[in-house]
């Protein structure tokens, strides 16, 4: 399930392996910018619980909440009441974004992140809470401040904002909000800046397809999710890939 605004469905899909199918719906539409008033509006566990009974019309193994700032606003232990609520009302595992980048932290060894958002300082400044609770530094950070439209930002801004954003001892890069373009990004930046970078898309369906004994794919060797790469990066530098294509509505990256 995602929020009204989510326009990134096909970037779901991508990490997706061609032997599972992947269902989504969406929350009310509210008229509200993208906000901390938004990000509980689009979370609060009755839309939860009505989403889940939409989508368990086809049965599925797993449910993801796909939205960041939507799990993240109320604190490490909101967003662990979201996943019960949601596992509650369909009787399956649950998973937020916000949980699932948790738990690929905890699986890269990361307690110090660089981290990019196209936020606004409010929300950015929320996010940073959340990961204080879980014990997570962030040592830099870039910020767009949009209240809309998210979507339509250039992989050029979110490579720009990357580079802004790595300064000290980073473990890792996190890229934050599952309506920021990120796909065709992250290998590029990997390589770049020599360390995980993780995704809000990536992480979702990465935690959600792990839930049912899958796991996700993508473009090259990301760290996330090939163990393999991951234990070559310790003993080499990363591999350079080479410039994936860039998709035809997008301006491309610097």
């Known amino acids: 399930m995602a929020p009204f605004d989510f326009a990134l469905d096909r970037e779901l899909w991508r990490w997706v392996p061609d032997e599972i199918s992947l269902h989504l719906t969406r929350t009310p539409f509210v008229p509200v910018e993208v906000s901390l008033d938004l990000a509980r509006l689009v979370s609060e566990h009755q839309t939860l619980r009505e989403a889940v009974r939409a989508l368990t019309a086809v049965a599925p ?16 232990a909101g967003e662990r009441a979201m996943c019960a609520a949601m596992a509650q009302a369909g009787e399956l595992p649950a998973v937020t974004t916000s949980g699932a980048l948790l738990d690929a932290l905890g699986e890269m060894g990361a307690r110090r992140i660089a981290l990019v958002t196209p936020y606004t300082e409010s929300v950015t400044r929320s996010l940073e809470e959340y990961l204080a609770q879980a014990g997570i530094a962030v040592t830099g950070r870039a910020f767009l401040g949009l209240t809309s439209h998210i979507w339509k930002v250039p992989y050029r801004d979110v490579v720009d904002m990357a580079r802004q954003a790595v300064v000290g001892a980073a473990d890792c890069l996190f890229i934050s909000c599952t309506n920021l373009p990120t796909y065709d990004v992250i290998p590029q ?6 360390m995980p ?27 996330l999710i090939d163990e393999a790469a991951r234990t070559r990066s310790q003993a080499q530098p990363l591999e350079q890939p080479q410039e994936p294509q860039r998709p035809q509505q997008q301006e491309g990256w610097s």
């Open 197 to 223: 970078v993780l995704s809000a898309n990536q992480v979702t369906m990465w935690s959600a397809l792990r839930r049912i004994g899958a796991c996700a794919v993508g473009p090259y060797q990301q760290l």
């Open 189 to 194: 930046l990997e390589a770049e800046l020599r």
């Open 61 to 76: 193994e797993v449910v993801a909440y796909a939205c960041t700032s939507g799990s993240f606003v109320g604190g490490v």
